[in-house]
């Protein structure tokens, strides 16, 4: 995926380079305007247009991984707020057999199942001194002094991080397709109002985000077939210490249906054994807590057992204990791990209610004659702001004004204080869903759409350069007909996909996070949103 539009530009600089001529960017036009005025043939000047905006509800939005070249995150939790209501995500996943195959031995006992989901997770650059998880306590090495261990932020995480939730996982029963049934030449889309069958239920429990949660402890009791007795602990951490989320699944069910079904072709490839074992449903419950975009690209399902291996003896060992060393060919109780990737098809379910909530109102009852004093732009299956610049009345008027469009902006003001808002939103043509030309062809900097602060550092505003989409509207010979603008928040999948520039905006939409902004009404709000334009004109004494 291009990291910037600027270097997909360069890639096929000669292949745009008529397009870009037929468009003068803006320091162009503003040397040829000076050099104009200077002879007192043209005039410069600006205007603001009152506009109409007004909010929408997104009942859906694509969640699937099955586009290659678009990677949406997956998104699990569930959050109270009270400007934008309720929220809970699912987290459908097919999973892979091992690259090594299943092979569980004989005599097999499971010590645990864990389904792990890393965080995104920034180390802090001091450590911090460990905790017992069981009692709280600090743990000291063997001069009792603390053990240090990695501190970490978990990033992409939205809510309220202090309230705990219930997680479920099911076993999943609907099949996760690749490619599209009724035509295999196309990838299944997944949307985020599609309902997944469920079988059992293997897991339930409360969950709080722990950031610190780097370290898993696996008790063997079954090394001396005695599972009274725990007779070894394994200390699992990853590579990097990166923090997960752990939930411990029913032993009997893998028991059950991976271990005593083992030899059964179902588990000859992945694609028989996704027929026979559909995924997991990983689903959040709760009034409050937090929505979290795990990396779940890592996430697995382990298999910690313990099974018999046929061993010789060094002279010097006693594996099976029976006093005496040396033997061959002896049964030998031994630990044995088996991991699951959750890889594949993988897509979710968004699950909003607005009762109560401060936009309840202005999406049931949007007034798109006059419009809105408040707007709200928010993601996941959540509300989009849609923007219409020029109406009948006034159309007309300013096409006859036969100005040359230096400049054409859109500023949008945050409405109050709010702290945790998108860092950048999306602006694009509605009727077409595509993309507008500024953020194809000139680059986010030129486009715009990344929050501005102000001087005592807050947010404060969203600004968006949309010079070629008004200047194509009003010009007058071959003027083309206006379009209604959309807002949302910003994404990675809204970058273009490869060279080709397929215009068409893609309809994922995985960022929970929202924003309040002041719109068009009322009339005498200073800040309310408005078109500017800075244009110049052919003096009428010079015709």
């Known amino acids: 995926m291009p990291k910037t539009y600027n270097a997909l530009t360069k890639k096929i600089g000669l292949a745009i380079v008529s397009i870009l001529s037929l468009v003068a960017c803006e320091k162009d036009l503003n040397d040829i305007a000076v050099g104009i005025v200077d002879k007192n043939d043209f005039s410069t000047g600006d205007t603001a247009v009152n506009i109409i905006a007004y909010n929408i509800n997104i009942d859906s939005n694509r969640v699937d991984g099955n586009n290659e070249q678009k990677q949406p995150l997956t998104l699990l939790g569930v959050t109270q707020n009270d400007n934008f209501g309720h929220m809970r995500s699912a987290i459908a996943s097919q999973m892979y057999l091992p690259i090594t195959g299943v092979n569980f031995g004989e005599n097999t006992v499971i010590d645990l199942v864990v389904l792990d989901i890393p965080y995104y997770a920034t180390k802090d650059a001091e450590d911090q001194e460990a905790v017992d998880p069981d009692t709280g306590e600090p743990i000291l090495d063997d001069d009792d002094n603390p053990v240090m261990v990695p501190s970490f932020q978990i990033d992409s995480i939205y809510g309220n991080t202090n309230q705990a939730f219930n997680i479920t996982v099911n076993e999943l029963g609907t099949f996760l397709n690749a490619l599209n049934p009724e035509n295999p030449t196309e990838n299944q889309k997944y949307y985020s109002d599609k309902v997944f069958q469920l079988k059992d239920e293997i897991y339930s429990g409360s969950f709080l985000p722990n950031r610190n949660d780097t370290v898993l402890y696996v008790e063997r009791r079954y090394l001396d077939n005695d599972p009274n007795t725990v007779d070894d602990i394994d200390t699992v951490k990853a590579t990097n210490a990166q923090p997960t989320m752990k939930f411990f699944l029913d032993q009997n069910f893998f028991k059950t249906r991976f271990v005593d079904h083992q030899n059964s072709s179902d588990f000859a490839s992945n694609d028989n054994f996704i027929h026979y074992f559909r995924g997991v449903y990983i689903d959040a419950q709760g009034q409050d807590g937090s929505l979290i975009n795990p990396l779940f690209s890592q996430a697995n399902i382990t298999i910690y057992y313990t099974d018999d291996q046929i061993r010789d003896e060094d002279d010097d060992e006693d594996l099976n204990g029976n006093g005496t060393n040396g033997e061959e060919g002896v049964t030998v109780r031994t630990k044995q791990i088996m991991i699951f990737p959750l890889s594949g098809v993988r897509a979710g379910n968004y699950q909003r209610n607005y009762d109560g909530a401060l936009i309840q ?9 006059d419009g809105e004093d408040k707007l709200f732009a928010q993601g996941a299956a959540g509300s989009e702001v849609i923007i219409e610049l020029f109406n009948d009345g006034n159309l007309d008027y300013f096409r006859d004004q036969n100005w040359l469009i230096n400049e054409a902006n859109l500023t949008l003001y945050i409405d109050g204080d709010q702290k945790e808002v998108p860092e950048r939103l999306f602006l694009y043509n509605k009727d077409y869903n595509s993309l507008l030309y500024t953020y194809m ?30 200047s194509d509207i009003l010009n007058p010979s071959d003027p083309k007909a206006p379009n209604k603008l959309a807002l949302r928040n910003y994404l990675s999948t809204d970058l273009p996909a490869n060279i080709s520039f397929d215009t068409i905006t893609e309809d994922y939409n995985f960022i929970p996070k929202g924003v309040i902004l002041k719109g068009n009404l009322p009339e005498n709000e200073d800040k309310k949103l408005k078109l500017e334009i800075f244009y110049s004109k052919l003096n009428e004494t010079n015709n």
């Open 361 to 369: 109102n202005y999406l049931i009852n949007p007034n798109k004659d």
């Open 441 to 470: 062809f000139e680059g986010l900097e030129i486009y715009g759409g990344e929050l501005e602060y102000d001087s005592d550092g807050n947010p404060e505003s969203y600004k968006f350069r949309i010079t070629k989409f008004v």
